[in-house]
């Protein structure tokens, strides 16, 4: 089984900035990749930034330039570091993370519970 912890997030002026972190744990053979996740009232959820085991990384176009994400090195813990923010960022933020539990089983996904961050105008 494996646990999806997020913490951060919060309330904040437009223009502020916010970090969120997320810590898989369980029994993990092999994370591919871990990344974030936002879903607004009334939209489908959509990837926001995302970090493969090679260090790669992807963003969503809304948030490239204002948004970082990075892994602390040998730990299964990331960090989502939000400047800029904007009032179209408020969203439930969820971590994702795609993971082996065995060198044989096909990789599954993971979600945390949901983080919510409100960004005031």
């Known amino acids: 089984q494996v646990h999806v912890v997020e913490s951060g997030g919060g309330l904040v002026q437009a223009g502020g900035s916010l970090r969120l972190s997320c810590t898989a744990s369980?029994?993990?053979?092999?994370?591919?990749?871990m990344g974030w996740y936002r879903q607004a009232p009334g939209k489908q959820r959509e990837l926001v930034a995302q970090i493969t085991s090679e260090q790669t990384t992807n963003y969503a176009a809304s948030v490239e330039g204002r948004f970082t994400i990075h892994r602390e090195n040998g730990l299964n813990t990331v960090h989502l570091e939000m400047n800029s923010l904007e009032p179209e960022d408020t969203a439930v933020y969820y971590c994702?993370?795609?993971?082996?539990?065995?060198?044989?089983?096909?990789?599954?996904?993971?979600w945390g519970q949901g983080t919510q961050v409100t960004v005031s105008s």
């Open positions: 994702h993370v795609m993971a082996q539990v065995t060198p044989t089983r096909a990789p599954r996904q993971y």
């Open positions: 369980g029994s993990i053979f092999n994370i591919i990749a």
